[in-house]
């Protein structure tokens, strides 16, 4: 700042002032400083910048999977509304490790964001590092939550037992009720969306049905999972005529390889194909599997906005404890080939 001071011939606090505000210094200057930053090699450090302001104008993300294209989204759409704020998001990748999202929440803080985002693993995470997180800053859960534990944070997300109902409700109308597939990694989504199956299958007066989870312990991607659990099954001959509900679409893309390596789908030698598959979410390449998968979508966008705008609110309050809300949004069903 010294040395671009004396460069251009304003005084260090007027630079100053103008890269706090450009429009707090007179016009005539912030022009002639803006014409001589043409001329200099300059760029001002944002942490620098921020070091001595209560307000680091930092968002946190946590997200568990940065390869899944609805966080991808979802991170989107919290960059928009932040922006809109005049905030600036820092994203973190715990890649559904426990470990890794506990440094993401101590990185966070050592970056000093204003407040944090974050989309939990679930049962595998990190409380104590969580807590310590809650204790240093405002914190906004998003897509799942912590409930047992943290009663006092927000959740913004989708309402579960609304958009199981309608995916429930429309596959035992037009065809065999579904049978579960949940996801191996027990987060509070794939908990409410099993218990809200269970409750509207009993209502309607069916057995429910849950596929067991894998046993071998292996780490592997959802689409990769579902793939391998049900050609295990196809392949002995099981649930080749069942309906199949999963937790998430990218469980459902793998489920519908599977099929499509043993020909579930279409006309067989003793008649029409039965097998049929759902997912949830709407995740973005649903629609151009093949068949293009039925599904229910989540609001993505609102789910997004709220979160920002919840978390701005307790950023500019400085109320991280009092009144957690919960806010789901209802999802829509999406109608395709192959329910």
Do not use: W
């Amino acid at each position: 700042m010294e040395k671009l001071s004396s460069e251009i011939g304003i005084s260090r606090p007027t630079l100053s002032r103008f890269f706090q505000d450009p429009t707090s210094v007179r016009t005539s200057t912030r022009a002639r400083i803006e014409k001589a930053l043409q001329t200099v090699d300059y760029v001002p450090n944002f942490f620098a910048t921020k070091m001595n302001r209560k307000s680091s104008g930092l968002i946190g993300v946590i997200v568990p999977h940065l390869n899944d294209l609805f966080f991808s989204g979802l991170i989107e759409a919290i960059e928009t509304s932040a922006l809109a704020a005049d905030y600036r998001v820092i994203t973190q990748n715990s890649r559904n490790d426990p470990a890794l999202e506990a440094q993401a929440a101590r990185n966070m803080m050592a970056m000093g964001t204003d407040g944090v985002i974050i989309a939990p693993i679930g049962e595998a995470s990190s409380i104590e590092a969580l807590s310590q997180l809650k204790q240093e800053r405002p914190m906004v859960f998003i897509d799942s939550r912590l409930q047992k534990h943290f009663q006092d944070v927000d959740f913004i997300g989708t309402n579960n037992q609304q958009s199981i109902l309608l995916i429930v409700d429309y596959l035992c109308r037009s065809g065999e009720p579904p049978a579960f597939l949940g996801m191996p990694n027990l987060n509070s989504n794939n908990l409410e969306r099993q218990q809200a199956y269970t409750s509207r299958m009993l209502e309607l007066g069916h057995e429910p049905m849950i596929i067991p989870p894998s046993k071998t312990g292996e780490i592997l991607e959802l689409e990769e999972y579902a793939y391998r659990l049900m050609d295990a099954h196809f392949s002995h001959g099981n649930l080749l005529d069942q309906t199949i509900l999963c937790a998430n679409d990218r469980l459902a893309i793998g489920v519908i390889r599977a099929a499509n390596r043993h020909s579930l789908f279409g006309a067989s030698s003793n008649g029409p194909s039965r097998f049929r598959v759902a997912g949830h979410d709407d995740y973005p390449l649903s629609s151009f599997v093949f068949p293009s998968l039925t599904t229910v979508t989540q609001n993505t966008q609102a789910i997004a906005e709220a979160a920002t705008r919840q978390l701005l609110r307790h950023i500019r309050r400085g109320d991280r404890t009092k009144n957690a809300v919960t806010l789901t949004f209802d999802a829509e069903l999406r109608l395709r080939d192959s329910a």
